[in-house]
């Protein structure tokens, strides 16, 4: 006679290879989520730093070109001079997860500037472009130019 606890398949132990494999899938969506929600925060603070960088940059060429002769600087002129026109740690070409690069035109009567992140999706999201006009411009793709839409 059959009993009724074998019926029922009592005494199986753990689980089986499908059930496991579901709560492996599980658990790597849940932790994708929360890595999205918790860099989210910190990628939005790397772009609002990289904006004011960028910011600081016009005026720092803006005061360097008055006292120059109308002519702009390249990054490491800025934070070199005494006083710096600006932080040291933007003149290293680096600050909060972004890269920065300046380029003065030859003749030095323009130029322009670039913030891209380091570790694009990770410390930011958008690239970053401002000229001597002073209008900051961004792009999601690619490196930001002088034809792209400006930043509110």
Request: hydrophobic residues 45%; contains cysteine.
């Amino acid at each position: 006679m059959i009993q009724m606890n074998e019926m029922k398949g009592a005494g199986r132990g753990g689980f089986t290879f499908i059930e496991m494999m579901i709560v492996i899938v599980v658990l790597a969506v849940l932790i994708v989520a929360m890595m999205f929600v918790l860099f989210r925060p910190r990628m939005i603070a790397n772009e609002t730093a990289a904006l004011e960088a960028l910011r600081s940059l016009i005026t720092a060429q803006n005061q360097y070109a008055t006292g120059n002769g109308g002519r702009f600087a390249a990054l490491t002129e800025l934070s070199a001079s005494t006083p710096p026109y600006i932080d040291v740690t933007i003149g290293r070409g680096r600050k909060s997860g972004y890269c920065f690069l300046v380029r003065p035109s030859p003749d030095r009567l323009n130029w322009s500037a670039q913030a891209s992140p380091t570790a694009f999706g990770k410390t930011g999201a958008r690239y970053f472009y401002v000229g001597e006009e002073g209008t900051v411009r961004f792009n999601l793709v690619q490196p930001a130019t002088s034809r792209d839409p400006p930043s509110q």
